[in-house]
Nanobody, 123 residues
Framework: QAHLIESGGGSVQAGGSLKLSCAVA????????MGWFRQAPGKEREGIAA???????TYKDSVKGRFTISTDNAKNTLYLQMNSLKPEDTAMYYC?????????????????WGQGTQVTVSS
């Protein structure tokens, strides 16, 4: 059973930056993607960034060019660097492991979820 623990969320003004971290225990990053999802109040959870074992990345259009997903395999940690944040980025952000890699804009659900970390962007 994997355990994913996110950190790094918080409140920031529009245009600011945050870096989310996800410490992964009990799961080895292989064969599937790892990723980040988010869920805003009243909206469905959406996939926003995914990374394969070969470091190929996929991003939702709304975050492309502003967010960067990366891993530190030695630390078994997943990151999401978020720059140029906008109020519409306000959401609970979730780390995801054993994620079938997204294709054609379709983001399957992962096997493992973190508990989430809140990001709030004020205008």
């Amino acid at each position: 059973q994997a355990h994913l623990i996110e950190s790094g969320g918080g409140s920031v003004q529009a245009g600011g930056s945050l870096k989310l971290s996800c410490a992964v225990a009990g799961y080895s990053f292989s064969g599937y993607c790892m990723g980040w999802f988010r869920q805003a109040p009243g909206k469905e959870r959406e996939g926003i960034a995914a990374i394969k074992t070969d470091n190929t990345t996929t991003y939702k259009d709304s975050v492309k060019g502003r967010f960067t997903i990366s891993t530190d395999n030695a630390k078994n940690t997943l990151y999401l660097q978020m720059n140029s944040l906008k109020p519409e980025d306000t959401a609970m952000y979730y780390c995801a492991a054993r994620l079938p890699c997204p294709k054609g804009g379709v983001w399957p659900g992962p096997l493992y979820w973190g508990q989430g970390t809140q990001v709030t962007v004020s205008s």
